[in-house]
């Protein structure tokens, strides 16, 4: 009756044609007049922030883009979840679409752990890397990266997460949560950070077209992998990520990313599904995300990884069929412990 009541809710209802429960969830969202619902429905009211407002954006672009150029052997290092697997796909691929000498390393979850680890860095500059940049990691790496200066190795740090009171003394450390830095949107996940840094040396290695014709390159090439690590890392769909996750889930939709469509048909053929399911924020959160983090947490996450750089499309199906198979037997190990945590309740309850 309220909302029946209320002439801006009834307003904006009659004018979109919408019922009046979604013009109260528009009114909410902060639109008061069937123009501001309007803009808000068409996404309007969002837009993307310039990359080079992230302190040290400008110092990691360029340095990247020099280790390019001089032939520098470069490593991405990120994280073994499905936002640092999207991570480190989407900077991979965009240092190969520039000819770069690159390779990745994601630390094994069991056996290293998580983050920076001097015995990878060892193993990094024996290999030959002499530039490493991390994603979704590395903030807190205060040590490692001191360790990485006395290897010689120029270090670029990117993440989302909190900040310690010291930062790391690398090159450059792009962060939209340090403490210095007035970036207008704080919530990117750390693939959110990449997609701002590829368009950073997007913009620096096309000096003669408009930030927003670079941006808008990057967008369409890596969308889909940015949507499903923002997703994945459960980040607030406002802002920047509204539009990323817009975008990338019609990229999803059309799936021409061979990695991306073979593990959409597994997770639909698994389900048995006459008619496959629209792509939905929720469709990934729920069913692609969990194949992907599986690989992280009982294999390694590389099989993620080597999906979404696969072209080949019978290749691209055999390695989704075994994140698919990775993913059952992580839900019967979850399943085995919750029947042991029930099991202990209950003879902890007899024996009171």
């Known amino acids: 009756d309220q909302i029946k009541a209320d002439p801006v809710v009834r307003a904006i209802a009659d004018s979109l044609g919408i019922l009046l429960p979604t013009a109260q969830l528009l009114v909410s969202r902060g639109c008061h007049t069937p123009e501001d619902a309007r803009r808000f429905l068409l996404k309007q009211t969002e837009m993307f922030h310039n990359p080079f407002d992230l302190k040290d954006m400008d110092k990691a672009a360029g340095t990247l883009l020099d280790a390019v150029a001089s032939g520098e052997k470069i490593a991405v290092y990120g994280d073994y979840d ?5 991570s480190v796909c989407c900077l991979y691929l965009y ?3 520039l000819g770069a000498d ?3 390393y994601i630390p094994s979850r069991t ?3 998580y983050g920076m680890s001097k015995a990878a860095l060892s ?13 979704d990691t590395g903030v807190t790496a205060v040590a490692e990266a001191e360790y990485a200066r006395e290897l010689g190795i ?10 310690a009171k010291k930062l790391p003394d690398a090159c450059a450390v792009v962060n939209p ?19 701002k840094l590829l368009c950073a040396m997007e913009s620096l290695a096309h000096p003669e077209d408009r930030l927003g014709e670079c941006v808008r390159r ?4 890596y969308g889909d992998l940015v949507a499903l690590g923002t997703i994945a890392d459960v980040m607030p769909i406002i802002d920047e990520n509204r539009l990323i996750v817009a975008l990338g889930l019609r990229i999803i939709e059309s799936s021409p990313r061979a990695g991306m469509k073979a593990l959409l048909n597994s997770v639909f053929n698994e389900s048995k599904s006459r008619t496959k399911k629209k792509i939905t924020s929720s469709m990934v959160g729920f069913t692609i995300a969990p194949r992907i983090n599986a690989a992280g947490r009982l294999r390694s996450a590389s099989m993620a990884v080597e999906l979404f750089l696969e072209n080949d499309p019978d290749k691209a199906e055999q390695l989704a069929y075994r994140l698919c198979d990775v993913n059952r037997e992580r839900q019967n190990e979850e399943n085995k412990i919750v029947e042991q945590a029930y099991a202990r309740i209950d003879n902890a309850h007899d024996f009171t």
């Open 218 to 221: 990057v967008a369409m090439q």
């Open 123 to 135: 193993s990094l500059a024996d290999d030959g890397v002499t530039t490493i940049v991390t994603v």
């Open 102 to 104: 690159v390779c990745y």
């Open 111 to 113: 056996g290293e752990g």
């Open 95 to 97: 240092f190969k679409s």
């Open 82 to 86: 499905v936002d640092g697997v999207t």
């Open 177 to 195: 949560h340090r403490p210095d830095d007035t970036y207008p949107f704080k919530e990117l996940a750390g693939v959110g950070v990449v997609f």
């Open 154 to 163: 120029t270090l670029v740090i990117t993440d989302h997460h909190e900040c």
